[in-house]
């Protein structure tokens, strides 16, 4: 049985990667084999590195070392809903 693999496109998705200490953002992902192993592949978008440095860079993700990921609409959703999130954590 073959396994199906999501569909990203047009999205941006957060990433937990096993042992990394923050998440990674990128948009529009796509699958690709490099190796023998499945990476995911998408733009890293503004405000997804410390001072931007990566901004508009490829960036790949192995598929095998991702322990859970979100799926946001689009990156405005995605900063919307971060913005909410640190509003709330200074209530009690």
């Given at each position: 049985m073959k396994k199906a693999l999501p569909d990203f496109s047009g999205k941006t998705v957060s990433l937990a990667i096993i042992g990394a200490e923050s998440a990674r953002i990128i948009v529009d992902p796509h699958f690709t084999s490099q190796g023998g192993r499945?990476?995911?592949i998408g733009k890293i978008p503004q405000g997804a590195s410390l001072d931007d440095?990566?901004?508009?860079?490829?960036g790949a993700?192995?598929?095998?070392?991702v322990e859970e990921?979100?799926?946001?609409e689009s990156f405005e959703d995605y900063i919307k809903r971060l913005k909410t999130w640190k509003k709330g954590k200074g209530r009690k």
């Open positions: 499945l990476f995911l440095w990566m901004e508009g860079l490829e993700v192995a598929w095998d070392r990921y979100v799926i946001f």
